[in-house]
Every structure is written in structure tokens, then in C-alpha cells.
């Protein structure tokens, strides 16, 4: 059941219960209230002695949907039914309006004073508890933390959750399990259709029930974006943007119409059209808030979303993860998920990327260490000089693969890089200035020493131009060394560094006719270039490094591999390389054994050269327009190339009057 948010969470679930299934609300209520006090547990078994009679027991939903015994045909006599149970209903309500009324931590409510006059409003303040623990704790414990403290109401949320969070040095080895509470849901269409289609159908049994369907709605802000129907069906054309977009909107008429009513339809769903960006760029660019301001209540901003890689916000300091639809389900209801309180593994990064390196560089690295470290149900928590020397978007990158090195979520906290970016990407000066205020004085800023789980340590200094593969993103590759370990895949086993090809096939040529021209493809061949997914899409040092490599390129008169792409051909293990974040064989196509991951100028260089089977250091990657061979550093730009792009581009303004168009909920 989805009702609107109202000063009291319990009266909202007495308000669905009276509305929606008397017995099921009954029976999820009194599992719940089984360790209150002797107060309530005197109420409830009054009511369940109330509950013998013959219109209680016709109701029998065990599951939360609308029961196949209930006689449709009746819906008067199933109006009368619920109206035996509002006494009740009132009685609980009451006696749960007064349980909320009296929350625990009242005493910590803390007013946030305006720099000039005035309040941004109200929060409940970890330093106001007094407790030397809480001074230690992980920042990304301490978002986990504050939640508890602002939702406790010794019902779904008690205070010894709250307890057991703060002395988390101790509780977090013992595996105990605390409720917690995001502050909102994403969405990306695929996972959300769903959702939106319970949200119409409890409409639709409202309006059976003679009710006011308008009840129905989230009890926490859902933000679904459009992003997953895309198809490159028309590529190498002036074009093929519009076309591709034609052609999805057309395959997905039906889906769009259903989700632009939903848009309309429900408060507190904002819903992103398709075109507007990857849902995890749309997230970190112009969806996070950092910190919510609901009814005068500041809190951090928290997500759940249905998709792996929600942990791309985290690069933002915003806690969040991927989840299943019943458990995105539940948040949208407003209710708490049970999670173990997770142990958290401080990365230390030091030093500053060298001349060249790019984010996916250092991601790659990051996943391999984190992978050999055992980071499975654990939080990973970057500090340390070196962020500061890592944009946004490079922090992005990697908490984006927190999937692929295993840990549900890797932290950057706030600091003067978030905030700096905040304004880049459209919030105004009093929204950020109301952020930094709220996170300082809620000691969430960094500012002083954390006690981790465990630690790890990396000089980004120490990065080097890397690739992935070639079946797992944390089998990293040098470069330098990227030749000599594709001929001894071509020799190992059959695994996952190993194709098992005979020596005398190696040198195997299947030679083929393409628009006419002859081609001939090898093992190592590259058949498909891809600069694809939100690990890379949303940094533009390595979309408009791309760019840069891809130009240099043109002006030496080199040119991407006419074949790559729109052509396979069997018994040849040809490769993908690829800007994504999975490499799985099987993943990318079908008959591609050896998948690549590497960043977006990197993916342009395989392009043009071909084929994996090269040294990008010793061996040129073709021959120019003039023809002299073209090697790897003529096209490889440097950092202060991309950086000098990036100034000069028109990303500042493109991304304010973006924002501003999602914010005002008629984006693009």
C-alpha cells in the first residue's frame, strides 16, 4: 500500500489498513509490536479477541495483494465489513499517535541558523548525544546513524537500533541487523514499470471500494528515469541520434504512455523521459540533493535504487545502493529495511594521477585491490589527500564498479570538490551554502580521524594505463604488457585467462568480403568499439579524451575499422573493447570471447588499430595520410589537453539549464 506521507507514519498505515485489508495490517502490526511494552501488548491482545467474528475471519490475505476470496461482485458488503473494524482502527491509531508524539531523541532536535537571520530549519544533531563513539564513526555510518536517530519510534525503529549503530566499533563484527530508512527511491524504467503498475492497480481497487483514489501515492520521493530502451540501430551518420530515438520511441509507445501518466498522475514521482541521460548520470548531475529539507527537518539524502549501480552516487557523498523491486517496494511504502550493520574498509588514496592516466585507469586498479581485499557486504570508504585531487566525476567512476569489486557501496564524503560541483551542475549558492552548513554542523564533514574495519592504501601516483579482461573486470592488464598476455591467453586452458587455441590456429586468417572491399579478421581481432555505460558517460575528462584521440586521428588520416561493429564471423575469438563496467563472455555479444574494459580514449585507439594483438608502445597503430606510421603517443592527449577541453567547452551552462528543466519536473 502507497498512502501520503502525513505527520505520523503509524496513522498513515492505520489510514491504508482501514482503506486496504483490515486483517493483513492487523497481522503485520501485531508481529511487529511483539517487544513493546506491557502497555500496547494489553491493546493488542484485546483486539485480537475482537478479531473472532465472522467478518474477520472472511478475510484471509496472506499476501499483500487483493485476495482471491474476496467477492468482488459485493462491494457493499465488503464497505461494511472494514467499517466494523474502525473502532478499532481509531483506538490503535490513537494509542500509536501518542507513541509517535513522544519521540525519543526530542532533546536533540537542533535549530540550523542562517548566516544572515533565520533558520534553513531544523535536524537532529549527533553532536548534541555527547557520545565520544559517535566521533570515530565511518561518515557513511554516521548517514546510517542519523536516520535511525530521526525515525525512531521505538516501533519499527527502537532505540537500541539506535545504540547498536553508535557503538558499531563493537556491534559491527557481531553481524546484527538494524532497520534503516532511505530518504528516496530511483527507478530506472525496466524495474519501475512494475512498481507503477501496483500503484495503478491499488488505485484501481480503491475506486472498486468507493475510497478517494487520489490516497494512494509514495511516502518518499521516487525518481524514475527513462534510460533503458535505447538500441544503436542506425550508427556512422550525421543522424543517427534522432533516428535511434525515433526508433525506440516507437518500440516503446505503449510503456511511455503508461509512465507519462504515471508521471501526472502520482505526488511525490517525478518521472525523466527518455533522452535525458543514463539514470545514474541523471542521479549524480541533477537528482542527488545531499541534504533534504521536509517540513522544516534537515537530513542527509539517502537512496535505494533498482539497478547495481545506484552506488554511482556515492562518488557525490550521497549513501546509496541497488536493491531488488520488493525491496524498493517497501521503501516506496515508507518502511525501514533490515540490513547488517556492515563493517567498513578505509581507503587511503595519496599522491596525484600521472600525466595521461584516466579515471578508468585508477577504477580498474581500485577493483582489483578491493577484490583481492574481500570487500562482499561491506562499505568501502575513501579518504585522504589524494581526493582531493580526484573531480567529481573520477570519484564517480569509481564507486559506480562498487558491483564488481563486491562491496555494497564505496563512500566519498562531502568536502569542497562536492560542493564546488554542486554549483557546476545548476544548485544554487543558498542550496549549497544550507548543505555545507547543515554537514558541518552535524559533524559529517570531514574533519577529523575515522576508525575503519580494516585499511588499504593506494599512491595514485603508482597508476598506470590499464585494460580489464578478458572475461572479468578485475583481471587488470597493464598496457605495456597487454600483447604479451593476450598470446598466453591464446595458450592457456579454457578460464578465464584462457582460450586453449592450438599453436598451429593461432596464425588462423578468415578472409571475407565487406561493402565490397576485402577484409580479413584474426584472432584479436576487434569487432566491436563501444564507449558505453554510466562508469565513463558521466566524466567528461575521458568522453572528451575520446574526443581528442579521435581527432588527432582524423587529422593523420587514420580510420576506425570499417568492419567493427556490424560484422562477426565464427571460429575467429574476436574482441570487444569496451567503455563499460562487465565483461562476462557472453555479455556483450554473443560471440565475442574476449570482452575488454578500458577507458573511452582507449576504446578509440583499439578502434583504429584493429585488433588487441599490439604494443601500443613499440608498434604503430596504422599508417597516415602521409604515410608514416602513426604510433600511440601521436594521439594520446595529456591531461592538460583534456583539462583545457573541458574549460572550454559548453558542459557549465548545458548542465544548469538541464538541471533546471529536471527540477521543475518537465526535463529536456
Known sequence: MYITASSSPSSSLLRAASAYSPTLFFRSSFRNLTSTNQASLSVINHH???????????????????????????????????????????????KFATMAAEHPFKAVLTSLPKPGGGEFGKFYSLPALNDPRIDKLPYSIRILLESAIRNCDNFQVKKEDVEKIIDWENTAPRQVEIPFKPARVLLQDFTGVPAVVDLACMRDAMHKLGSDTSKINPLVPVDLVIDHSVQVDVTRSENAVQANMELEFQRNKERFSFLKWGSSAFRNMLVVPPGSGIVHQVNL?????????????????????????????????????????????A???GQPMSMVLPGVVGFQ???????????????????????????????????????????????????????????TMGFFPVDHVTLQYLKLTGRSDETVAMIESYLRANNMF???????????????AEVEPCISGPKRPHDRVPLREMKADWNSCLNNKVGFKGFAVPKEAQGKV????????????????????????????????????????????????????PWIKTSLAPDIIAAAVLSGNRNFEGRVHALTRANYLASPPLVVAYALAGTVDIDFDKEPIETGKDGKSVYFKDIWPSTKEVVEAIQSSVLPNMFKSTYEAITKGNPM
Not at 570531514?446 to 595514485?460: A, D, F, T
Not at 584472432?523 to 574526443?547: E, K
Open 48 to 94: 485480537r479477541r475482537s478479531l473472532t467474528s465472522t467478518a474477520v475471519r472472511s478475510f484471509h490475505c496472506s499476501v499483500p495483494r487483493w485476495s482471491p476470496r474476496l467477492d468482488w461482485r459485493s462491494p457493499l458488503n465488503l464497505r461494511s465489513e472494514i467499517r466494523a473494524f474502525n473502532p478499532i482502527i481509531e483506538q490503535l491509531q490513537r
Open 285 to 329: 548531475e541533477y537528482l542527488g540533493r545531499l541534504v533534504f529539507n521536509t517540513d522544516g527537518i534537515l537530513y542527509p539524502d539517502s537512496v535505494v535504487g533498482t539497478d547495481s549501480h545506484t552506488t554511482m552516487i556515492d562518488g557525490l557523498g550521497v549513501a546509496g545502493w541497488g536493491v531488488g523491486g520488493i525491496e524498493a517496494e
Open 331 to 333: 521503501a516506496m511504502l
Open 349 to 407: 588514496l595519496s599522491g596525484k594521477l600521472r600525466n595521461g592516466v584516466t579515471a578508468t585507469d585508477l577504477v580498474l586498479t581500485v577493483t582489483q585491490m578491493l577484490r583481492k581485499h574481500g570487500v562482499v557486504g561491506k562499505f568501502v570508504e575513501f579518504y585522504g589527500d589524494g581526493m582531493g585531487e580526484l573531480s567529481l566525476a573520477d570519484r564517480a567512476t569509481i564507486a559506480n564498479m562498487s558491483p564488481e569489486y563486491g562491496a
Open 446 to 460: 570531514p574533519q577529523q580521524e575515522r576508525v575503519y574495519s580494516s585499511y588499504l592504501e593506494l599512491n595514485l
Open 510 to 561: 578468415a578472409k571475407f568480403s565487406f561493402h565490397g572491399q576485402p577484409a580479413e579478421l584474426k584472432h584479436g581481432s576487434v569487432v566491436i568499439a563501444a564507449i558505453t555505460s554510466c562508469t565513463n558517460t558521466s566524466n567528461p575528462s575521458v568522453m572528451l579524451g575520446a574526443g581528442l584521440v579521435a581527432k588527432k586521428a582524423c587529422e593523420l588520416g587514420l580510420q576506425v575499422k
